[in-house]
């Protein structure tokens, strides 16, 4: 998606962005207590996290209360995003920036990013996110890979819903690319597996809000077509269109900075 149009679908989509959009809480709770071990070696400090592609904030809030639950200390909380829109809908510390670019030093203990992966420039993310890191920090990033978009309740029956989505990074492609910077140790792949039930109603007011940006990769006429044809799939599929369980599956990623 061109930079340009990826700026318009953030914009108009701000407003309802939390309204529309679901939210991995055990994938939270996870990552928290991962976190949470950084914590001996920061002392009575507290963790300075830094959350990239942060849109409205809303994973960065719920890893703070995360941690908080568990009695760890938070220092600062920073989301950055390069869309202005998003970030106004944020109410903590937010920095307009681009991931390839973080307006900091090495003052972070660890780097993070949720379901912004495949709107970043890989490479040059994973040497902005050393370089802000401080060693030994942690680098975690959660995400979804092709295969796991193609088991989606959206793969599986919306036309073309995964086939035209080519932004996302396989496994492979993560790992390599994080070998490839020779800047991180450990790393670690973790499966993220949630459930949630659905229904009909609520699947087309996501897709018509587009709530997921690939559904910018069709034409409006190609979208209305598209949209009559997920819901006559998911009608035949599922025999209660009004208690459907959609399973989403993520990749969470973490790997430590290197000295």
């Known amino acids: 998606m061109p930079t340009a149009s990826c700026r318009d679908h953030f914009r108009e989509i701000a407003s309802r ?45 719920a890893l703070s209360e995360a941690l908080r639950e568990l009695g760890v200390p938070i220092a600062r909380a920073v989301g950055t995003d390069q869309s202005s829109a998003m970030l106004k809908r944020f109410t903590g510390l937010a920095v307009t920036a681009r991931a390839e670019a973080l307006p900091y030093g090495a003052a972070f203990d660890a780097v993070l990013t949720f379901n912004a992966l495949h709107h970043l420039e ?10 802000v890191l401080r060693p030994e920090g942690l680098l975690i990033l959660y995400t979804r890979t092709p295969e796991q978009n193609r088991e989606t309740i ?21 790992r390599g690319a994080l070998e490839r ?3 991180f140790r450990s790393i670690r792949f973790r499966i993220a597996a949630w459930w949630q039930l659905t229904s009909v109603p609520t699947l087309l007011r996501q897709a018509r809000a587009r709530h997921y940006s690939t559904f910018r990769f069709y034409a ?6 598209a949209l009559e044809r997920f819901r006559a799939r998911v009608r035949r ?22 000295r």
């Open 17 to 61: 962005y939390r309204a529309v959009r679901s939210l991995d809480v055990r994938a939270v709770r996870r990552i928290a207590k991962a976190l949470a071990r950084l914590v001996p070696a920061q002392g009575e400090r507290g963790l300075r996290l830094l959350d990239v592609g942060t849109g409205t904030g809303r994973y960065l809030v």
């Open 122 to 131: 890989l490479d040059r993310f994973l040497a902005e996110a050393a370089r």
């Open 154 to 174: 959206w793969g599986k029956h919306f036309p073309d819903f995964a086939a035209r989505e080519g932004r996302l990074y396989t496994a492979a492609a993560l």
């Open 181 to 183: 910077s020779r800047m």
């Open 220 to 225: 409006p006429r190609e979208f209305e077509q």
């Open 237 to 258: 599929a599922y025999r209660f269109p009004w208690a459907i369980p959609a399973r989403n599956n993520h990749v969470i990623v973490l790997a430590a900075r290197r």
